[in-house]
């Protein structure tokens, strides 16, 4: 097909020859299409596949130019998306294994103009087939197979973060193997809206707020592994902090030494300041120090792997 038809879902009608003449009812097929290459820009593509259970199945989004992320909804679990995003040169993958019986949802969003994507998919054989994987190249008489995937244990934890319209004070509750803000919050303005003493940065910090701005109200859900220990260091004047994984009162921090805060703290929404008796996950916050100091949230908050 050519480049000018976009990705989705097609119906392809055929009419065979019956004494040369093209019988009067096609047959009908349905398929998802998905090009080899196609322009993203900042427009968003959609796919539908319907898969059995108890496969493995691993997908692969190469970006050639630009910005995009994945979004994945997997049958009977509509409240929770998995999320990639790759730039120029960068192959994100997600694997879900084993698959569930029904219909997947697949959204590629472009981040920047002119984007231009791959996506490929592959599904292994039901991890609980008697396999085994030879090496093609020195091997090439044999067939390809897989060895059954191996379970991981691991220890993390999820937080959800609602962002509103506007501008946000946003923060990283939890330690992550990627912690740049456009994996984090892919879809927050770049760059950020700038306070007195901040800078632009792509890469979230714990225990730090960061300004930026949405153009419409966002929930993410952030996982990763809890910090520990949990301390924060402040410097005299205005700090943009933020606490972990657990909601704090502002009655039951530690500062060292206790006389340094100087004002409440102040969350910023849609533009307004307003201070705050909790501090929430997720969320930043503006308070000013007369000199430096240590933050510590309550020893009930802290978890440990």
């Known amino acids: 097909l050519p480049d000018t038809v976009p990705p989705g879902a097609l119906t392809l009608h055929v009419w065979p020859l ?20 196609n322009l993203l820009g900042t427009e968003s593509h959609a796919y539908r596949l319907h898969l059995d259970s108890g496969a493995a199945l691993t997908m692969t989004l190469d970006v050639l130019a630009g910005a995009a992320h994945l979004s994945i909804w997997e049958p009977h679990n509509f409240w929770s998306t998995r999320r990639v995003t790759a730039t120029a040169g960068i192959s994100q993958t997600i694997v879900i294994s084993p698959t569930r019986r029904g219909e997947y949802l697949l959204l590629a969003a472009g981040q920047e103009p002119e984007t231009r994507y791959t996506l490929s998919l592959t599904e292994m054989p039901p991890a609980a087939a008697p396999l085994s994987f030879y090496d093609l190249s020195s091997q090439p008489q044999r067939r390809l197979s897989f060895l059954p995937p191996v379970p991981q244990a691991a220890v993390y934890y999820c937080v959800p973060v609602g962002v509103n319209a506007g501008s946000n004070l946003i923060a990283a509750p939890l330690q992550t193997n990627d912690m740049r803000l456009t994996t984090l919050f892919p879809d927050a303005l770049l760059p950020p809206v700038l306070l007195p003493g901040t800078t632009i940065t792509s890469t979230l910090h714990t225990g730090r707020g960061y300004p930026v701005s949405f153009t419409k109200d966002f929930l993410y859900s952030l996982c990763g592994d809890p910090v520990a220990p949990q301390t924060i260091a402040i410097h005299a004047g205005w700090n943009l902090v933020s606490v972990f994984d657990l ?7 530690t500062i060292n030494p ?28 503006l308070v ?18």
């Open 258 to 285: 206790p006389e340094a805060r100087q004002t409440p703290f102040f969350q910023l929404v849609n533009g307004i300041w307003s201070p705050v008796p909790w501090l929430r996950p997720g969320k930043g916050y």
């Open 288 to 305: 000013r120090f007369s000199q430096p100091a240590l933050l510590l949230p309550p020893p009930a908050a802290w978890r440990t792997k």
């Open 18 to 37: 019956s004494n040369g003449r093209p019988t009067p009812q096609p047959s009908a097929l349905h398929l998802n299409y998905a090009p080899t290459s």
């Open 247 to 253: 909601p704090v009162p502002v009655a039951a921090l």
